[in-house]
């Protein structure tokens, strides 16, 4: 290995370890122009040197399994990479830049990198980060293990225990702050989550060979067959071609004046692998009017004679005494000795070939997602374990749970139901107006179509930073407000209806973030108050209607269902329950779209708001709420009804 640099002539002074490349200070500002995402993954020999000085064994030797050489050589970047990668994050997320060394601090935050607390009064007193968080008066510490096993729990358990002491002593010397431990454990799952895939793939395979194995079979059976009709084939005009010369041998004329190939086209073909395949074989037959138009299609392939020269004239001339009819009947004797039933396994005449029909049908995408979900789960395990000063609760990754509700007047509410339905009034400059059923959440997003003053804007908006993530046209589709849309729970969001349009299903690629028109319905159908996808089919509810509609997404044919009530408003859980609203009859219903049952539910709550919209949200595997919103003299106001299931 070079010491300096070829293209600089200067010494190596960092290390890439997504390449394994090495660099000088002028390589690398091209190495990271070249390849941006290569740029945190690149140490200086100053950091590995740092790193080494204080580096810590337990955290790249396992005592309790035995690894190679390699396994712990390894694990000294992995552990380093995953603890600057976290660092950066941390930085990112409050907003504090980046630059090597020890301590970085905001107002607020404190972030302690691998920084040695001399007053602990113990050993293990250099954790990989602190984080010291002065407006929430707490103090986490956080080690980070990069192990090649998946004792994730053990792991997890013997970062707590050595911390206990350095966690007791900080809290000590900061006794108004709550101190944790917080173990980050990253196991070494990624061959057995790719093994069970590979399983699932190679079933597949396997299922896939199965149906071919017939067709394939046959298909070499009929191969096989043209081969040896084409060598017949082949063979026997060769035989014609002998005859032809041995009765005009002293003819100078062209020996195909028979007429068998007729060499009229005199453009040269090329002489290609491709005209001699099954495939090109098949074809020349099919299109082929004869036998002789078969042979002169392919006299400059298949039939050149300069090709299937089978036979030795003048040998055979000489060991049958220029007997024209003995030559001749010698080698038809020969051919013929080919169908001998003696030495013939097969009657190729009485060939027998399966007729196939293939049918397919889309499989149950959602279906088989629930399957394979249900086959592996990856799971992140809390620590539940603490010293008697401490909590291993991280307040900055609890699930909220959030009502978003939206103003016509530029703006929404978020009501935070985690937090004793806290309030919060966020400011937008969008105007929402007749989008009550044009919304959908996925994940941390909500995605708005169309309205009355953006008929052909849609939006995404984001709940973990409360603003606008990007606003784009409608194309590809008609907008329009008081559209319906559900989630298939993959890539789509689908689009039913609006005021205007009562005939369109219509789609938007969540990835791609493109429209499609997806299936036009026919007419009949109003304006849809609630839609959603179950088991591969589309359910959607018409307004002012005594029906919904389900929409195979497979065969995309349609069914209509008979209700006995008048839809003004309607929610679902997505799983086969809508949960309707009449408010002329201030009736208010579950319906199922499986078994066709209604059951009627309490309706006064809801029904004597003025425009009353129902909303459905899961609280717990047993508990469900419908919040309602409806105007008053104060505005929007939620109410709701709770669902034990």
Same mark, same amino acid.
């Given at each position: 290995?070079?010491?300096? #640099?070829?293209?600089?002539?200067? &010494?190596?002074?960092?290390? #890439?370890?997504? #390449?394994?490349? =090495?660099?000088?200070?002028?390589?690398?500002?091209?190495?990271?122009?070249?390849?941006?995402?290569?740029?945190?993954?690149?140490?200086?020999?100053?950091?590995?040197?740092?790193? *080494?000085?204080?580096? /810590?064994?337990?955290?790249?030797?396992?005592?309790?399994?035995?690894?190679?050489?390699?396994?712990?050589?390894?694990?000294?970047?992995?552990?380093?990479?995953?603890?600057?990668?976290?660092?950066?994050?941390? *930085?990112?997320?409050?907003?504090?830049?980046?630059?090597?060394?020890?301590?970085?601090?905001?107002?607020?935050?404190?972030?302690?990198?691998?920084?040695?607390?001399?007053?602990?009064?113990?050993?293990?007193?250099?954790?990989?980060?602190?984080?010291?968080?002065?407006?929430?008066?707490?103090? $986490?510490?956080?080690?980070?293990?990069?192990?090649?096993?998946?004792?994730?729990?053990?792991?997890?358990?013997? /970062?707590?225990?050595?911390?206990?002491?350095?966690?007791?002593?900080? $809290?000590?010397?900061?006794?108004?702050?709550?101190?944790?431990?917080?173990?980050? @454990? @990253?196991?070494?799952?990624?061959?057995?989550?790719?093994?069970?895939?590979?399983?699932?793939?190679?079933?597949?395979?396997?299922?896939?060979?199965?149906?071919?194995?017939?067709?394939?079979?046959?298909?070499?059976?009929?191969?096989?067959?043209?081969? /040896?009709?084409?060598?017949?084939?082949?063979?026997?005009?060769?035989?014609?071609?002998?005859?032809?010369?041995?009765?005009?041998?002293?003819?100078?004329?062209?020996?195909?004046?028979?007429?068998?190939?007729?060499?009229?086209?005199?453009?040269?073909?090329?002489?290609?692998?491709?005209?001699?395949?099954?495939?090109?074989?098949?074809? &020349?037959?099919?299109?082929?009017?004869?036998?002789?138009?078969?042979?002169?299609?392919?006299?400059?392939?298949?039939?050149?004679?300069?090709?299937?020269?089978?036979?030795?004239?003048?040998?055979?001339?000489?060991?049958? !005494?220029?007997?024209?009819?003995?030559?001749?009947?010698?080698?038809?004797?020969?051919?013929?000795?080919?169908?001998?039933? !003696?030495?013939?396994?097969?009657?190729?005449?009485?060939?027998?070939? &399966?007729?196939?029909?293939?049918?397919?049908?889309?499989?149950?995408?959602?279906? =088989?997602? &629930?399957?394979?979900?249900?086959?592996?789960?990856?799971?992140?395990?809390?620590?539940?374990?603490?010293?008697?000063?401490?909590?291993?609760?991280?307040?900055?990754?609890?699930?909220?749970?959030?009502?978003?509700?939206? %103003?016509?007047?530029?703006?929404?509410?978020?009501?935070?139901?985690?937090?004793?339905?806290? @309030?919060?009034?966020?400011?937008?400059?969008?105007?929402?107006?007749?989008?009550?059923?044009?919304?959908?959440?996925?994940?941390?997003?909500?995605?708005?179509?169309?309205?009355?003053?953006?008929?052909?804007?849609?939006?995404?908006?984001?709940?973990?930073?409360?603003?606008?993530?990007?606003?784009?046209?409608?194309?590809?589709?008609?907008?329009?407000?008081?559209?319906?849309?559900?989630?298939?729970?993959?890539? %789509?969001?689908?689009?039913?209806?609006?005021?205007?349009?009562?005939?369109?299903?219509?789609?938007?690629?969540?990835?791609?973030?493109?429209?499609?028109?997806?299936?036009?319905?026919?007419?009949?159908?109003?304006?849809?108050?609630?839609?959603?996808?179950?088991?591969?089919?589309?359910?959607?509810?018409?307004?002012?209607?005594?029906?919904?509609?389900?929409?195979?997404?497979?065969?995309?044919?349609?069914?209509?269902?008979?209700?006995?009530?008048?839809?003004?408003?309607?929610? %679902?859980?997505?799983?086969?329950?809508?949960?309707?609203?009449?408010?002329?009859?201030?009736?208010?219903?579950?319906?199922?779209?499986?078994?066709?049952?209604?059951?009627?539910?309490?309706?006064?709550? *809801?029904?004597?708001?003025?425009?009353?919209?129902?909303?459905?949200?899961?609280?717990?595997?047993?508990?469900?709420?419908?919040?309602?919103?409806?105007?008053?003299?104060?505005?929007?106001?939620?109410?709701?009804?709770?669902?034990?299931?």
């Amino acid at each position: 290995m070079t010491i300096k #640099c070829l293209n600089h002539q200067r &010494s190596h002074e960092f290390i #890439c370890y997504q #390449c394994n490349s =090495l660099m000088c200070s002028k390589c690398i500002t091209i190495h990271i122009k070249d390849h941006p995402d290569h740029s945190d993954k690149i140490e200086h020999i100053d950091e590995i040197k740092d790193s *080494l000085s204080t580096l /810590k064994l337990d955290d790249i030797i396992d005592t309790t399994t035995t690894t190679n050489n390699n396994d712990s050589t390894n694990s000294i970047p992995r552990h380093n990479m995953v603890v600057k990668v976290i660092l950066k994050e941390m *930085l990112k997320f409050h907003r504090i830049p980046y630059k090597p060394g020890a301590v970085y601090q905001s107002d607020t935050i404190e972030i302690l990198h691998e920084a040695r607390i001399d007053n602990a009064l113990t050993k293990t007193n250099k954790p990989d980060l602190i984080v010291k968080n002065r407006t929430k008066k707490s103090i $986490k510490i956080i080690e980070i293990s990069v192990p090649y096993d998946n004792n994730i729990v053990k792991r997890s358990r013997d /970062k707590i225990e050595k911390y206990q002491p350095l966690a007791a002593a900080l $809290k000590k010397s900061n006794p108004d702050h709550k101190v944790a431990v917080i173990p980050i @454990i @990253i196991g070494a799952f990624e061959n057995d989550i790719k093994q069970h895939f590979e399983q699932l793939h190679q079933y597949l395979i396997i299922e896939e060979h199965k149906l071919q194995r017939d067709i394939i079979n046959d298909k070499h059976t009929i191969t096989n067959q043209i081969d /040896k009709n084409i060598m017949n084939l082949k063979y026997l005009i060769n035989i014609i071609i002998l005859f032809n010369k041995l009765n005009n041998n002293n003819n100078s004329s062209d020996n195909n004046s028979n007429g068998i190939i007729n060499n009229e086209d005199t453009s040269i073909i090329p002489d290609t692998t491709t005209l001699y395949s099954t495939t090109t074989i098949m074809e &020349s037959i099919t299109t082929s009017s004869s036998l002789q138009s078969f042979i002169n299609h392919n006299n400059q392939t298949l039939f050149n004679d300069k090709n299937n020269n089978y036979f030795n004239i003048d040998e055979l001339i000489k060991q049958h !005494s220029s007997d024209s009819s003995s030559i001749l009947l010698d080698i038809i004797h020969k051919y013929n000795n080919q169908f001998n039933e !003696s030495t013939t396994n097969t009657d190729d005449n009485n060939l027998t070939l &399966s007729s196939y029909k293939l049918t397919i049908k889309q499989p149950d995408f959602n279906q =088989l997602n &629930s399957i394979i979900e249900q086959s592996i789960k990856l799971d992140n395990i809390e620590s539940t374990e603490s010293i008697n000063t401490t909590t291993t609760t991280n307040n900055n990754d609890n699930k909220q749970s959030y009502i978003f509700t939206t %103003h016509q007047s530029k703006g929404a509410t978020l009501i935070n139901t985690s937090n004793n339905n806290s @309030i919060e009034e966020l400011k937008f400059d969008y105007q929402f107006d007749f989008i009550y059923s044009a919304i959908v959440s996925i994940g941390e997003y909500i995605y708005i179509f169309g309205g009355y003053t953006n008929e052909n804007k849609w939006i995404k908006i984001s709940i973990r930073s409360k603003s606008i993530e990007h606003i784009g046209d409608i194309e590809g589709i008609k907008g329009d407000y008081f559209i319906s849309v559900c989630y298939d729970g993959q890539d %789509h969001i689908y689009l039913v209806n609006g005021w205007k349009i009562k005939n369109r299903i219509d789609r938007f690629n969540i990835k791609t973030m493109k429209f499609e028109s997806y299936h036009q319905i026919p007419f009949g159908y109003d304006r849809q108050v609630s839609s959603m996808i179950f088991k591969g089919s589309l359910y959607s509810i018409s307004y002012n209607q005594y029906k919904l509609f389900q929409f195979d997404l497979t065969n995309r044919t349609i069914i209509d269902h008979q209700i006995d009530i008048i839809p003004f408003s309607a929610c %679902h859980d997505n799983n086969g329950n809508f949960f309707i609203l009449d408010r002329l009859n201030k009736r208010f219903i579950k319906y199922n779209v499986e078994t066709k049952q209604t059951i009627n539910l309490n309706a006064v709550p *809801l029904a004597n708001a003025y425009y009353p919209f129902v909303m459905y949200h899961r609280e717990s595997p047993t508990s469900s709420y419908i919040y309602s919103f409806g105007y008053s003299n104060r505005g929007v106001l939620p109410h709701q009804l709770h669902f034990n299931k």
